[in-house]
């Protein structure tokens, strides 16, 4: 079990590492990505928490997605705070369960770049349902922009 969620993290770590490098715009200098177990049985919960990374210079918009296998987590909570001068959608837990995946998007009240982003965190709580097979299971961040 230890190996299967030490392999998710690195995966995410991993992923976030080559999504964040393909994306100029936020200047990345470390990772901000962890997990509040390393392992986990089934009924237990965990949650896994991405951090922007410093940005230098205001934004218009961003967007977080990442999914996860729903027949193994349900998310029970998601922790998407506001930020100020930018509206917020994110995913219902009813709809993160549904499609299998986690998403935010945070747009400008204006047209203009004038969200200071920086230090932005988002944290997804999951439960591991019963019936799990022991094996390792991967979160994939499909969108971080």
Not at 13 to 21: A, E, I, N, P
Not at 59 to 82: C, L, R
Not at 92 to 106: I, Q, W
């Amino acid at each position: 079990m230890n190996k299967r969620i030490i392999s998710l993290l690195l995966v995410l770590s991993l992923t976030v590492g080559l999504l964040v490098s393909a994306v100029p715009v936020f200047a990345v200098t470390t990772q901000g990505l962890s997990a509040t177990k390393t392992s986990a049985e089934a009924g237990e919960t965990f949650s896994v928490t991405l951090k922007a990374p410093p940005v230098s210079d205001p934004i218009s918009d961003a967007n977080f997605k990442f999914t996860f296998d729903k027949s193994v987590f349900e998310v029970t909570s998601v922790d998407a705070p506001n930020v100020d001068g930018a509206t917020k959608m994110f995913s219902s837990v009813a709809d993160a369960n549904a499609n299998g995946f986690v998403s935010v998007t945070l747009n400008s009240l204006d047209s203009e770049a004038s969200v200071n982003f920086a230090g932005y965190s988002l944290t997804a709580t999951f439960k591991v349902k019963s019936g799990a097979t022991a094996t390792a299971y991967d979160f994939t961040i499909s969108s971080y922009k």
